[in-house]
């Protein structure tokens, strides 16, 4: 006899909890003794402890072939302890399923329908591959069993049998079929679930059942069957296009007729991917009205997106944005209440309408949408606003204002949404990432994943359909800016691209803009954030260029050009360094020109004292000095970049011939200021489209194929003749001097050097 049974052992964890561990190890030990024994109710009750400690999270597998053997038992009770325990405990890999084959077989044609029952549900825990090929037939046969319960269980196991064995399928499909006019309801509905479930891999198997289907659908009022029918037809429909015009009225009536939220939403659902809102027949609505479908699906959609349930409004917006995509006038009148959904506290909800609000955005609606976008990334725990003393110019107007963390919600509302609408923030403030999180911990709008669809969003809303939305450009470089300071996730490379596409694009738009780069090169805060890689490298760096390349728009000053060359400059990579030096050479010949209309002795000094500290910059962020103090363009850094080193040398030999050009005062201006200005403005810079050369007609004849020339003959890789030959009485010794060597060795360093090769 067995010492403890399951209530004795659950009473003993209970008064063990101290030393539950050994106490657990104790019984463990008693039930290998048990399930030796050859009484068979011993050995299932020890099988019924080992399921309960299985619950607990101990291994058994120790004990599965007692397990089978309790299986075999011809007492019910005993055989349901064994399917129990194989259910809990086998797997695909456990060695003694092959012995349950004949086992399993043998209970499904038992005549004790119960033990029919525990079979169907054992095997449909266990099903190996080999198993669901040897008993599917078996399973197959119990269909036909008087009992509905059983044959409701067998839908379900051939189900789980069929994804082990997929040959089976064929054989399932007529059984089915059958199923379905079976008499019992219980039994057609697991048939819809079972035929639903397997659609979802290749629906056009079972578009034969639509007119079955279609008839429970019409005659069912069993809801959870409606909507396993409903779903299935939202798979079969864009197969046959036909289905829609026959659903359109049966789902117009259940979404008007049912209280049923599931089955309101699943007809909704259905009625948009399935397209059967675009049927052109109009429904009877609650009052009696004839109204679209479309319409009425929208106006239905409301009730899930007001809800106090967080999941009927996510489902609702996922559906509103479906509906969207194919009909999007009819969510325009949506607005105010997607716009609230905005400020939901769960970050699932926020994103999803999100997405919707995205695609409402108009001519109208657009700047209030933004500010709202622009609000939430400001009012967050991810950055905080920085007073300073001063503030730049924006156009005509100067901004003053300050910010303490003190200050109420709408203050910093009333920031976010200047009147001019010439800056929301940037006008007003650096913008720095804060280190110290509230009291109540982040928030949504903290989420680095959605400050990002917020950005992405406003970029979309502003840009799509070739700016089709924007009314003032200037409003919308300003928000770009306001994005640099504001975003709190790298999004440097997509507001870089939108910066610059709009100031190439829009002429009218490039002064404010210009403006605003400079503003932005003059924040301390952000350039000391520059590093390879940054966000702020890739707006400052883009923000570099359109200030060199748009540098006439704005009087002419010589600060420009220290702003272009800062400490930080180091610390990017090659690219970004020669656009920075690239645009520093463009702002001091614009410069030049512009000092070159007023001349005086004065402004003598003033370009001999830029140019001066210019190539001081110069020298000290990117070249070597010599041992007297000066720099020579020769003395470049070893191994800097090949753009760069380029760049350098024309921006020290303009600087150098500056110098000697005013190294004695004149009354007039050198001709060389005007001429280096021409250098980079003979042409001007228009945008192209990106189609611009498949529209481009090939001239007749033209043969892109053919070779231009003759062969080209082989050199031997020497591109210039070798230098003449060295008498060995003029060539320096070695061991008298290693100059020569060190001077080969300097040239090397060079980028233009070319090697030609030992004597």
Not at 124 to 150: C, K, M, N, W, Y
Not at 152 to 158: D, P, S
Not at 269 to 294: E, K, N, Q, Y
Not at 487 to 494: F, Y
């Amino acid at each position: 006899m067995f010492e403890k049974s399951l209530t004795d052992l659950i009473q003993g964890l209970r008064a063990n909890k101290r030393n539950e561990a050994d106490y657990i190890q104790k019984s463990l030990e008693e039930i290998q003794s048990e399930v030796q024994q050859s009484d068979m109710y011993c050995k299932s009750t020890a099988i019924d402890k080992l399921n309960y400690l299985h619950m607990l999270g101990y291994d058994t597998n120790w004990a599965n072939f007692n397990a089978v053997e309790v299986m075999a038992s011809p007492r019910f009770g005993e055989k349901r302890k064994g399917y129990l325990a194989a259910a809990q405990s086998f797997h695909q890999e456990t060695d003694v399923l092959m012995l349950t084959t004949n086992l399993i077989r043998k209970d499904l044609a038992s005549a004790n329908a119960m033990e029919v029952s525990v079979a169907l549900d054992g095997l449909a825990q266990v099903a190996t591959p080999e198993l669901a090929t040897d008993l599917f037939d078996d399973v197959a046969a119990v269909l036909g069993h008087s009992r509905p319960f059983i044959r409701k269980k067998a839908l379900v196991c051939l189900y789980r049998l069929v994804l082990k064995h997929p040959e089976g399928l064929h054989a399932l499909a007529p059984q089915l079929r059958e199923r379905l006019d079976d008499p019992d309801p219980s039994v057609v509905s697991s048939a819809v679930s079972v035929i639903c479930e397997l659609a979802r891999t290749n629906p056009h198997n079972y578009l034969p059942l639509a007119p079955r289907l279609y008839q429970l659908m019409n005659s069912s009022t069993n809801n959870w069957m409606l909507i396993k029918i409903v779903k299935l037809f939202a798979s079969l429909t864009p197969i046959e296009p036909r289905l829609a015009k026959k659903l359109h009225g049966p789902l117009s009536q259940l979404i008007c007729s049912t209280s049923a939220m599931s089955l309101l939403y699943e007809c909704i659902h259905t009625a948009v991917v399935g397209d059967i809102i675009g049927v052109p027949l109009p429904v009877t609505d609650s009052v009696g009205r004839d109204i679209d479908f479309a319409e009425l699906c929208a106006r239905k959609l409301v009730l899930f997106y007001e809800s106090v349930d967080h999941n009927l409004r996510y489902v609702g917006l996922v559906t509103l944005a479906q509906l969207q995509a194919r009909r999007p006038e009819l969510v325009v009148n949506q607005y105010e209440t997607v716009l609230k959904c905005l400020d939901d506290p769960d970050l699932s909800i926020r994103m999803r309408a999100l997405s919707v609000i995205s695609g409402m955005a108009t001519r109208r609606t657009l700047d209030r949408t933004v500010k709202r976008l622009m609000s939430q990334l400001i009012l967050s725990n991810t950055i905080r606003l920085q007073p300073v003393s001063s503030l730049p110019i924006i156009g005509s107007t100067e901004y003053s204002g300050k910010y303490n963390g003190d200050a109420a919600d709408s203050d910093l509302m009333a920031l976010a949404t200047d009147a001019t609408g010439a800056s929301l923030v940037s006008a007003r403030g650096s913008i720095v990432q804060s280190r110290q999180l509230t009291a109540a911990g982040p928030g949504p709008a903290d989420s680095p994943e959605y400050r990002l669809l917020v950005v992405e969003a406003i970029v979309d809303m502003c840009t799509r359909q070739s700016y089709g939305n924007l009314s003032n450009f200037e409003w919308y470089v300003a928000v770009l800016v306001d994005l640099v300071y504001t975003a709190g996730v790298d999004v440097g490379q997509l507001l870089s691209e939108k910066l610059l596409d709009v100031t190439v694009r829009v002429r009218q738009v490039r002064e404010f803009s210009v403006r605003l780069m400079r503003q932005m090169l003059s924040d301390g805060q952000l350039v000391s954030r520059a590093t390879n890689g940054s966000s702020a490298a890739k707006v400052l760096c883009t923000a570099a260029y359109i200030l060199g390349e748009y540098c006439s728009l704005l009087p002419a000053n010589s600060e420009d050009i220290a702003l272009l060359l800062p400490k930080c400059l180091d610390k990017l990579d090659g690219d970004q360094q020669a656009t920075f030096i690239q645009a520093a050479i463009k702002v001091y010949t614009n410069w030049l020109r512009d000092v070159a209309g007023y001349w005086s002795t004065e402004i003598w000094e003033l370009v001999r004292a830029v140019t001066a500290s210019t190539m001081a910059q110069l020298s000290e962020l990117l070249l070597a000095k010599t041992d007297g103090g000066a720099f020579s363009g020769n003395s470049a850094v070893a191994e800097l970049p090949l753009q760069v080193s380029c760049r350098l040398r024309h921006f020290v030999e303009i600087t150098k011939a500056m110098s000697v050009a005013t190294s004695n005062p004149s009354e007039s201006a050198p001709q060389l200021c005007l001429e280096l200005y021409e250098l980079f403005t003979a042409y001007e810079l228009n945008p192209v489209s990106a189609a611009a050369q498949g529209k481009v007609p090939l001239p007749d004849g033209l043969d892109l194929d053919s070779p231009i020339g003759g062969t080209i003959p082989n050199t031997g890789h020497i591109m210039f003749p070798p230098p003449p030959p060295v008498s060995s009485e003029s060539r320096p010794r070695a061991s008298q001097s290693g100059g020569g060597r060190k001077q080969r060795r300097g040239q090397k360093n060079e980028p233009f050097y070319l090697d030609g090769g030992d004597d």
